[in-house]
């Protein structure tokens, strides 16, 4: 597929924002998903913020096949000073963050789109699924008052700022939408003092200036956790610059609400300074030292005891399978999941059998069942083929999270999501997708998915 193939139509309406630093492992999904979108007026700006993995050639290559992508080149000053860039580069009045492993529903830029013309918001953000390999998926927001569409308030974007409780809902978390120019024309950007929290600083700055925030219940956006994201790796230099900017901050605060917020963040970001601390001496041997910190701030020993139980579950957890004598390490045929009710005869009726008779996991999710986006992302974890039976089903079948699973449909269901169609002569093609082993071969994925955008982009 030549570049021309997926060139936008017209001036781009929303820059999806992505910067990557050695994000090779899961910055393909990341595009992939990101080039899916069905608002068709985007551009994909990816900052490679000097990278020595492969994340310049996927980079690249989704460049040459897609002239949406727009690669630019990091300057090494910073996850926030990478950021900005990113907004400087950006053609469009709307800016969506992506984080560089992190997956998108087809209509999340359509959809934010939508929420912030209908309400004037300047900034918008959709619901999130948290996954990953050793997570089970789980809505972000699910308390009773976030089923529901509604503007985020400054004192409500506050009060969610405290890092020590975990249990607490985070709004700096969920992946804004912003119009740009109202960033520009209040001279808003990213905290270059950053290497953490640079999301949740830059927003709460937005609606201390008056900007206003409107959130989407409905999730689109899906959050890997994994063992190398910024956000769960503390370190003293990072959380001594949040308290700097928050000491700044508190100090031109005139209303008492927002004032007594401020403090109540400073101080679980002054427990948190501790607790990392304590936990740099124990690793240096030094358990005595260790013990000062704790001293100063008490209230970080809760911080401390949660981290040793968060410890020892994965020691108990790696410890397991050895223990019951577990020796077969050979891994399960792929699943396939088939989304919706299937007509019998119908091409994708015929491909689960197929897949069925050759001895390949198949699972059945009713329309009852896809209405649960988050069951619907815990089904679709670590299935190989997605068959869509209508076009109805297709946007929540975008729901089965995954780097390599390849959607299928029929020919007649039309949706960004899908790789390739299928008819009653073709579908058993689809097997040969799916190696001995129960690993998809991505080659022929890849090649397959190329087909398909191309034909979506025709």
């Known amino acids: ?9 017209a001036e781009p309406l929303v820059s999806l924002l992505m910067v990557a630093r050695n994000a090779a492992a899961h910055i393909d999904a990341a595009l992939l998903s990101a080039r899916r979108q069905s608002l068709s007026r985007i551009e ?12 310049a050639a996927i980079i690249r290559a989704h460049a040459d096949a897609d002239a949406r992508v727009i690669p630019v080149r990091g300057h090494g000053k910073g996850l926030a000073a990478v950021r900005n860039l ?8 709307w800016g969506a963050v992506v984080d560089s492993d992190d997956i998108l529903h087809p209509r999340h830029a359509e959809r934010l789109i939508d929420l912030a013309r209908r309400t004037g918001a300047d900034i918008a953000a959709a619901n999130m699924i948290a996954f990953g390999e050793a997570t089970e998926p789980a809505l972000f927001a699910a308390g009773e008052g976030w089923r529901r569409e509604r503007m985020i308030g400054h004192a409500d974007f506050l009060a969610s700022g405290r890092i020590d409780r975990p249990d607490q809902l985070q709004l700096g978390y969920l992946k804004p939408l912003l119009r740009l120019d109202a960033l520009r024309r209040n001279g808003i950007g990213y905290d270059v003092r950053l290497r953490i929290g640079e999301d949740w600083d830059l927003v709460e700055r937005a609606l201390a200036a008056g900007l206003t925030y409107a959130f989407r219940p409905e999730p689109s956006y899906y959050y890997r956790r994994h063992a190398a994201s910024t956000s769960f790796r503390w370190t003293s230099s990072d959380l001594a610059a949040l308290i700097a900017a928050e000491h700044e901050r508190l100090a031109r605060e005139d209303d008492p609400a927002r004032r007594a917020a401020r403090r109540t963040r400073l101080a679980s970001l002054e427990d948190a300074l501790a607790h990392c601390e304590a936990v740099g001496q124990l690793k240096a041997r030094a358990p005595l030292r260790a013990v000062l910190p704790l001293l100063r701030r008490p209230r970080a020993i809760g911080l401390m005891a949660a981290s040793v139980r968060e410890g020892l579950g994965r020691r108990a957890a790696d410890l397991r399978p050895r223990s019951a004598g577990l020796s077969d390490t050979s891994e399960p045929a792929p699943g396939v999941l088939v989304c919706g009710e299937v007509a019998p005869g119908s091409p994708v009726a015929i491909a689960a059998a197929l897949a069925e008779a050759s001895g390949h996991r198949v699972r059945h999710l009713t329309g009852a069942a896809l209405t649960d986006p988050v069951g619907v992302a815990r089904a679709g974890q670590g299935a190989a083929l997605v068959l869509i039976a209508a076009t109805r089903d297709a946007d929540a079948a975008a729901h089965a999270i995954g ?31 799916l190696g001995a082993r129960g690993v998809i071969d991505t080659g022929l994925a890849w090649r397959a998915r190329a087909v398909a955008a191309a034909e979506v982009a025709a």
């Open 1 to 9: 597929m030549t570049a021309s193939a997926c060139r936008p139509s």
């Open 44 to 55: 994909i700006v990816v900052v490679d913020d000097g990278s020595t993995d492969a994340t």
């Open 403 to 433: 780097d390599s699973a390849l959607f299928v449909a029929a020919q007649e269901v039309q949706h960004p999501l899908v790789d390739c169609h299928i008819d009653a002569h073709s579908c058993g093609d689809l097997l040969a997708l």
């Open 86 to 93: 990113s907004i400087t580069a950006a053609a469009a009045p």
